[in-house]
C-alpha cells in the first residue's frame, strides 16, 4: 500500500472512529443545557463574569492560563475539573509533568469565580467548579477580544485525579498531523475542530525548552527547523539563547499575543508557528486550507472555535452517580 492510499485509510478510519465516538458521548451529555442554573443560580453567569473580569485586569495571564485549564482538563478525563483537584502527595493530575507548566493564574480564576458564586446564599454549593471553569473559559476568551459565547452547563465534578490518568492524552509541542488528529479524533472533534482550537494559541505564552530543538538541534542535527521563516528562528535564538533556563518564556503569537484574533493563522502562513504542531497545520496539506480559510475570514475562525469549544465542552461529562458538586474545587467532597 502506498503512502497516499495509506493517509486516506487513516484519515477514513479517524472520521469512523469520530462518529463512533459522537454516538456514545451524547447521552453522557444530553443533561446540558444552557439554562441549567435558572431556578437554582440564576445569576450565576453575571457573578463568574464579574469575578473574571477583576483578575483579567489584575494580571493578562488570567486569559491564556484559564483557556489552557480548560483544555487540559477535558483532554484527560472529561470536562470535571480534575485537574484542579490537589493532593497532599502531589500525585494528581496537576502534578503531572505535562501540566506542571500550567500557569497558577488559571487554577486561581475558578477558585475566586467559585468562592463569589458561594457567597450568594442561594448559590451555595450548587454549582460545579467544571462549570464555573467552561464558564470562565467563555469569558476569557472575550476579554480578550474574541467571541462571547453561550456555555452548556450541568457538568459534574469528577473525584479522581492522578498523574497516571494524564499518561498520552495531551498533544506534544512536536506532533504531527496524524497524532494531532489521532488524539482529538478520540473526543470526537474533527479536523476543523482541531485547526481552530488551536487557534488558542493566539495568546499566551511558551516556555524555551518547548521548542528549543527546532532553533539548535533540529532533528539531532546542528540546525534549523526548515519549516520555520529564518528572521523569526534568529529571533526566538534571541530571546532563548542556548543556555538559557528553559522555564524562560516568550508570546505563542509573535505579532498581536494580547488579542483573541486570527493572525495566529497568518503567522503560519509565514512559517511563524512556534511549535511543530503549529506549523504542521500549515505545511500538511490536509489541513493547510482550513488555515487559509481562518487566515482570510476572522469571523469563520470565531465561528468554528465556538464549535469546536462547545463540542470540547461535551467531553466526558459526568452524571448522577459519578461526580459531584465539589464545595472546594481543590478537594472531593467528605
Do not use: W
Amino acid at each position: 500500500m502506498n503512502a497516499k492510499a495509506m493517509s486516506i485509510r487513516t484519515t477514513q478510519s479517524l472520521l469512523l472512529l469520530s462518529m463512533i465516538l459522537l454516538l456514545f458521548s451524547t447521552a453522557t451529555y444530553a443533561q446540558l443545557r444552557r439554562d441549567y442554573y435558572r431556578h437554582s443560580c440564576p445569576n450565576v453567569e453575571a457573578i463568574v463574569r464579574s469575578a473574571v473580569k477583576k483578575k483579567f485586569h489584575q494580571t493578562f495571564v488570567t486569559a491564556p492560563a484559564t483557556l489552557r485549564l480548560f483544555f487540559h482538563d477535558c483532554f484527560v478525563q472529561g470536562c470535571d475539573a480534575s485537574v484542579i483537584l490537589a493532593s497532599r502527595n502531589h500525585g494528581s493530575e496537576k502534578d503531572s509533568p505535562d501540566n506542571l507548566s500550567l500557569a497558577g493564574d488559571g487554577f486561581d480564576t475558578v477558585i475566586k469565580a467559585k468562592a463569589a458564586v458561594d457567597s450568594v446564599p442561594t448559590c451555595r454549593n450548587k454549582v460545579s467548579c467544571a462549570d464555573i471553569l467552561a464558564m470562565a473559559t467563555r469569558d476569557v476568551v472575550a476579554l480578550a477580544g474574541g467571541p462571547f459565547y453561550a456555555v452548556e452547563l450541568g457538568r459534574l465534578d469528577g473525584r479522581t485525579s492522578t498523574k497516571a490518568s494524564v499518561g498520552h492524552h495531551l498533544p506534544g509541542p512536536d506532533f504531527n498531523l496524524d497524532q494531532l488528529s489521532a488524539l482529538f479524533a478520540k473526543h470526537g472533534l474533527t479536523l476543523t475542530n482541531l485547526v481552530a482550537l488551536s487557534g488558542a494559541h493566539t495568546l499566551g505564552f511558551a516556555h524555551c525548552g518547548r521548542f528549543s530543538d527546532r532553533i539548535y538541534k533540529f532533528r539531532s542535527k546542528n540546525k534549523i527547523d526548515p519549516t520555520l521563516n529564518p528572521v523569526y528562528a534568529k529571533d526566538l535564538q534571541q530571546q532563548c539563547p542556548r543556555k538559557v533556563d528553559p522555564r524562560i518564556a516568550i508570546n505563542m503569537d509573535p505579532t498581536t499575543p494580547r488579542t483573541f484574533d486570527n493572525v495566529y493563522y497568518k503567522n503560519l502562513q509565514q512559517g511563524k508557528g512556534l511549535f511543530t504542531s503549529d506549523q504542521s497545520l500549515f505545511t500538511d496539506k490536509r489541513s493547510r486550507y482550513i488555515v487559509n480559510h481562518f487566515a482570510s475570514d476572522n469571523t469563520a475562525f470565531k465561528r468554528a472555535f465556538v464549535a469546536a469549544m462547545t463540542k470540547l465542552g461535551r467531553v466526558g461529562v459526568k452524571t448522577g452517580k459519578q461526580g459531584e458538586i465539589r464545595h472546594d474545587c481543590t478537594m472531593v467532597n467528605y
